[in-house]
């Protein structure tokens, strides 16, 4: 996972301005994500997960169905994405001697040229698409 895309998805669930003071917290550490460490950034998200934890954790009931729900859904959405791609946001890290970066830009240029060129092919069978990617990606 790619940590700019990353930063997208919390971008999605919590907007550019959020209002609640955990939703400005969480994208205040999701904002260190690029200039930190793996260990630095996991300990501010345990650290703010602790701090509003029973916040996430309020229940609202429908009247009409007397069901319950989370109040906060997009910010336990939000949450939860950070902590399960969290493994593979600093990959770039573990393996720090392969020079990998910890975005994805470059290669998203590459696919955007083969969706384009695949788009002008429109009728290709599928055993021919995947000979074009191949000699593609080969080029």
Known sequence: ???FHQVAI???YLTRNPRLPAA???????SLMKQTDKESFEGA???WHNKWESFLNERKKNEETGKSFY??????????SLKTNLKWLFTWYDYIELNIP??????DGHFADLKN???NHNGL?????????DGFLKA
């Open 117 to 119: 060129k695949l788009r």
């Open 24 to 30: 400005i917290e969480l994208t205040r550490v999701v």
């Open 45 to 47: 998200l345990n650290e």
């Open 125 to 133: 069978s599928i055993e021919r698409k995947k000979k074009f990617i």
């Open 10 to 12: 919390i971008r999605r």
């Open 71 to 80: 109040a906060h859904k997009r910010l336990r959405s939000a949450y939860r």
């Open 102 to 107: 910890n975005t994805t830009n470059a290669i």
């Open 1 to 3: 996972m790619c940590q």
